[in-house]
């Protein structure tokens, strides 16, 4: 059973990194642009999906590639759900909150997103519950790092400046995911019990 798992995961990231690799040949088409946001509503997806460059694109695969083995609990269908919600999310804070943001590209927001969702899930289970506070700590050490020191080693990597306010957005919105699917899951093993 174990090794199904393991294969869905293996092909749920070569999916991932497929379809991010074929956006990528068009990128222009869908970065986050603020201006025509609505009108191109796409956008509010593939702005997250799409990178400014092939390092920075290698970057985050790197980093989403890591997420289903060292939580091994989640699912694909987790992981879809994350990919799938928080990027709309994040686009619609930028067009609200942040409207000086006029273009985005890159999946860190999302990442940082998906991270902090499932590790907050990750703090129920007694077994995972130390190293999932472990990873939120490190996230917050980022995100303060980033908010006070910078992330210029970052920036000239990928040839672009670090838009931090997506990474704390992410983190933001991965942690009302988290409680969002808790209360759900509380409230349906309670009906399941009743």
Known sequence: MKDHYLK?????IAAVFSVCACLQI????????HQVLFAEPWRLWTGHWVHVGWMHYFLNMLAFMCLPFIFPRASVWHFTALL??????????????????EAYAGLSGVLHGAYAAIACV???YKRERNFAALVLFLILAKLIWENTVGSTGTAQLIGSPVLVEAHLLGVIWGIGAASAYLIMEHYADRYMHD
């Open 84 to 101: 799938i919600v928080l990027p709309p999310l994040i686009s619609l804070s930028f067009y609200y909150f942040l409207p000086d943001i």
């Open 122 to 124: 990750h703090l129920i």
């Open 8 to 12: 869905r995961k293996i092909v749920f």
């Open 26 to 33: 068009f990128k222009d088409s869908f970065f986050y642009l």
